[in-house]
């Protein structure tokens, strides 16, 4: 693969090991908010920018991987944004969970630009991430799309194209609430097998092969009962998920009653400080009645 110059902004939980992959192939110019948690990055040759348009003016193909749409939107349209250096005919890829509606404005203001922009958010959390197997969901056009692809395939395994700008954004939503609404499944099953006398160990290895096997309760109910409760995706940014997927919901005129009580949920499990804690916290909400 040739060595390519590539801005990555952002290096949370995620984002950090997805630029440890892409930096084994490719000069990866970095931009984010907190210099001092992107060091080991550094040291391993990633070359730190002052800003986004300092990112943009040294790469051709731009990374983001933020917290929220409004930081997304600083990230490429404030005074010190991808959109005010980037080259024409760059490729901008955002990894953010965001809103749909925000990634089609970026899309035609770069259009307009002579920027192509591409919304890709990603699921599988901090052990995808690290293990470079990511789920990426795009949206964009497509022969844009395919031209990044080996890019992509650095970090990621399960790389699906989904339509027009915005449709990437709607896969994840969709994905969400697959997850929110599962994950209050694991924590009522392991409250019920506990409260009923089992080993929970042993009620995971039986249900976690059979029919109600997921990737939750693969992955995550095992740190609920080992009281691992440290991020690999942060219950405020999970909050701001359920909730962009609410309101498309609301806006498309859908009733979702799971999804409705999974943002429940887990607002009531930020009431209780569990907001910079990892999604299996919500466990902590249960496991009060046992």
Not at 2 to 14: A, E, Q
Not at 43 to 70: H, L, Q, R, T
Not at 78 to 103: H, M, N, Q
Not at 160 to 173: D, F, L, R, T
């Given at each position: 693969?040739?060595?390519?110059?590539?801005?990555?902004?952002?290096?949370?939980?995620?984002?950090?090991?997805?630029?440890?992959?892409?930096?084994?192939?490719?000069?990866?110019?970095?931009?984010?908010?907190?210099?001092?948690?992107?060091?080991?990055?550094?040291?391993?040759?990633?070359?730190?920018?002052?800003?986004?348009?300092?990112?943009?003016?040294?790469?051709?193909?731009?990374?983001?991987?933020?917290?929220?749409?409004?930081?997304?939107?600083?990230?490429?349209?404030?005074?010190?944004?991808?959109?005010?250096?980037?080259?024409?005919?760059?490729?901008?890829?955002?990894?953010?969970?965001?809103?749909?509606?925000?990634?089609?404005?970026?899309?035609?203001?770069?259009?307009s630009r002579g920027i192509h922009m591409i919304d890709a958010p990603v699921s599988g959390g901090d052990t995808?991430?690290?293990?470079?197997?990511?789920?990426?969901?795009?949206?964009?056009?497509?022969?844009?799309?395919?031209?990044?692809?080996?890019?992509?395939?650095?970090?990621?395994?399960?790389?699906?194209?989904?339509?027009?700008?915005?449709?990437?954004?709607?896969?994840?939503?969709?994905?969400?609430?697959v997850i929110g609404s599962t994950m209050t499944g694991v924590c009522e099953a392991l409250t019920y097998a506990?409260?009923?006398?089992?080993?929970?160990?042993?009620?995971?290895?039986?249900?976690?092969?059979?029919?109600?096997?997921?990737?939750?309760?693969?992955?995550?109910?095992?740190?609920?009962?080992?009281?691992?409760?440290?991020?690999?995706?942060?219950?405020?940014?999970?909050?701001?998920?359920?909730?962009?997927?609410?309101?498309?919901?609301?806006?498309?005129?859908?009733?979702?009653?799971?999804l409705e009580l999974a943002l429940h949920s887990y607002e009531q499990a930020k009431a209780e400080g569990l907001?910079?804690?990892?999604?299996?916290?919500?466990?902590?909400?249960?496991?009060?009645?046992?």
């Open positions: 693969m040739i060595d390519l110059n590539i801005g990555f902004i952002g290096t949370g939980v995620m984002g950090k090991s997805i630029v440890t992959h892409l930096q084994k192939e490719h000069t990866v110019h970095l931009y984010t908010r907190t210099k001092e948690k992107a060091e080991t990055l550094l040291n391993n040759g990633a070359v730190w920018e002052i800003s986004p348009a300092a990112v943009a003016e040294k790469c051709s193909i731009i990374f983001s991987m933020v917290g929220y749409p409004e930081d997304v939107a600083g990230i490429y349209q404030g005074d010190e944004g991808v959109f005010r250096t980037a080259s024409e005919g760059s490729i901008c890829i955002d990894l953010t969970t965001s809103k749909p509606e925000l990634a089609e404005k970026l899309y035609q203001e770069g259009k995808g991430a690290k293990e470079g197997i990511l789920s990426i969901m795009a949206g964009g056009d497509e022969e844009v799309f395919e031209k990044i692809v080996p890019i992509l395939q650095t970090f990621g395994a399960n790389i699906v194209y989904h339509g027009e700008p915005g449709s990437g954004q709607h896969a994840k939503m969709s994905n969400q609430i506990i409260k009923a006398g089992l080993d929970p160990e042993k009620v995971l290895a039986s249900i976690s092969k059979g029919a109600a096997g997921s990737w939750s309760l693969s992955h995550l109910a095992p740190r609920m009962l080992q009281g691992d409760f440290e991020p690999g995706f942060f219950i405020h940014h999970f909050i701001k998920d359920l909730k962009i997927a609410l309101e498309e919901a609301n806006r498309m005129g859908l009733s979702l009653p799971g907001e910079e804690k990892g999604t299996q916290a919500l466990y902590k909400v249960y496991e009060k009645q046992i």
